[in-house]
């Protein structure tokens, strides 16, 4: 089964431009997530969504930064404009619902590793 | 607020050797899973186990255990027989079961390195 698939892998940007990252989940997860982990502030949850609509998004930094999920299979993180400060690898993930047992286990995808020069 | 501690940033051993490591959390929460993910050098996060907070009881897989104890509020991972394939950073998480509030909190990591 495919995992969560994250584009681009790399990229490497000038500051003010913007950045778009995707990601498709596994397919029937209810829950996409976005990370960032960068060597300061280690992992940190943007926002995450339940069934497409963003439920928690008090962790994006500030207004440059917007997530959507205009379907079930696909979200994207945008930067807009980028700072060196955003240098960092963003990870989406994905879960299910797991009524029975309670919780969930979230897979990652491979991350996108961004740098703003 | 849930906080995840792991106070053992780095870590090295002789392969073959067994290690520890170390994770305390705090939730305020009665239902509420831990995790352990391994985030090898290439970078990607890979999920090791889910534990809920009313299962207690030790598991193991292959040559990996944890030792889940509420009383102490900590769920430890050991790596029996290590080897130069479990270098990597591991984490440690906390999800509280909260409807609508489905967050996962990592702690900061402990890099494992294996010497051959």
């Known amino acids: 089964d495919a995992g969560v698939i994250q584009s681009p892998r790399h990229e490497v940007t000038e500051m003010g431009q913007e950045v778009t990252l995707r990601c498709k989940p596994i397919?029937?997860?209810?829950?996409l997530f976005w990370y960032r982990q960068t060597m300061m502030r280690g992992l940190e949850l943007l926002i995450y969504?339940?069934?497409?609509?963003?439920?928690?998004d008090s962790g994006m930094p500030e207004d440059r930064f917007s997530a959507k999920m205009p379907n079930a299979s696909f979200s994207t993180l945008k930067i807009q404009p980028s700072e060196p400060r955003d240098s960092a690898v963003y990870f989406c993930a994905s879960s299910p619902m797991d009524s029975t047992l309670g919780g969930n286990t979230i897979y990652f995808g491979e991350g996108s590793w961004l740098t703003v020069v | 607020a849930q906080k995840v501690t792991q106070a053992q940033t780095e870590i090295s051993v002789v392969e073959k050797e067994d290690v520890t490591l170390d994770c305390v959390y705090e939730t305020r929460d009665t239902t509420y899973y831990l995790f352990w993910y391994k985030q090898p050098p290439s970078g990607e996060l890979v999920f090791l186990i889910r534990r809920n907070s009313f299962d207690e009881q030790n598991e193991i897989s292959g040559r990996y255990s944890w030792n889940f104890q509420k009383s102490t509020s900590s769920f430890n991972f050991t790596i029996t027989a290590s080897q130069v394939v479990d270098s990597a950073v591991y984490f440690c998480?906390?999800?509280?079961?909260?409807?609508?509030?489905?967050?996962?909190?990592f702690g900061t990591g402990t890099r494992l390195t294996i010497i051959p």
């Open positions: 969504f339940n069934n497409n609509v963003p439920i928690d």
């Open positions: 397919s029937g997860h209810d829950y």
């Open positions: 998480a906390l999800s509280e079961r909260n409807f609508g509030n489905e967050k996962l909190t």
